[in-house]
T-cell receptor
């Protein structure tokens, strides 16, 4: 089976940096994606890592280590609008749908 | 503007009634998905389809049914057999994995309440 683990809640201060970790156990791993979801809204795609290393997109970066079955999402210069749930999702080989983690609720406080 | 539409945004039904949730996309995506989300929970896959007239069960298909008669449309029926239907339902679409993109696009969701 597939399993993903991420912290259920994280709190961080406005302007700070926060890291949301994701560990996975899957067969047929191909890559790791991250999605953001504000309360009551739809998830939106943030990033995708197929290779080891760091991918940077503005204030957000995502990291993958295939050998450690581990990845993280790094959010810098936190803003109040970053308060949301963040989901890691495993992209599988073949035509298999994404497998989502249970999400991490990030609260940004002043 | 390309995207995914779901209707209605809020839906109320009495227990024992079947209800159909609409999902339409104009992104020309081959794959479409239905997810269920409960408070504080992740996304659980109900059904998915990668080609017209074909679909596969996801992790929690019991009590649900789908059809894919057109590429653009993937309606979900919540039947009276679903024991706990009250939830937030999300539809998504994507290219097939072999087409070079791994991003899923989500609709705004339908919040179903059954009493």
């Amino acid at each position: 089976g597939q399993s993903l683990e991420q912290p259920s809640e994280v709190t961080a201060v406005e302007g700070a940096i926060v890291q949301i970790n994701c560990t996975y156990q899957t067969s047929g791993f191909y890559g790791l994606s991250w999605y953001q979801q504000h309360d009551g809204g739809a998830p939106t795609f943030l990033s995708y890592n197929a290779l080891d290393g760091l991918e940077e997109t503005g204030r957000f970066s995502s990291f993958l280590s295939r050998s450690d079955s581990y990845g993280y999402l790094l959010l810098q210069e936190l803003q109040m609008k970053d308060s949301a749930s963040y989901f890691c999702a495993v992209v599988m080989r073949g035509n298999t749908p994404l497998v989502f983690g249970k999400g991490t609720r990030l609260s940004v406080i002043a | 503007d390309g995207g995914i539409t779901q209707s209605p945004k809020y839906l109320f039904r009495k227990e024992g009634q079947n209800v159909t949730l609409s999902c339409e996309q104009n992104l020309n995506h081959d794959a479409m998905y239905w997810y269920r989300q409960d408070p504080g929970q992740g996304l659980r896959l109900i059904y998915y389809s990668q080609i017209v007239n074909d679909f596969q069960k996801g992790d929690i298909a019991e009590g649900y049914s789908v059809s894919r008669e057109k590429k653009e449309s993937f309606p979900l029926t919540v039947t009276s057999a679903q024991k706990n239907p009250t939830a937030f339902y999300l539809c998504a679409s994507s290219r097939l994995p072999g087409q070079g993109s791994y991003e899923q696009y989500f609709g705004p969701g339908t919040r179903l309440t059954v009493t």
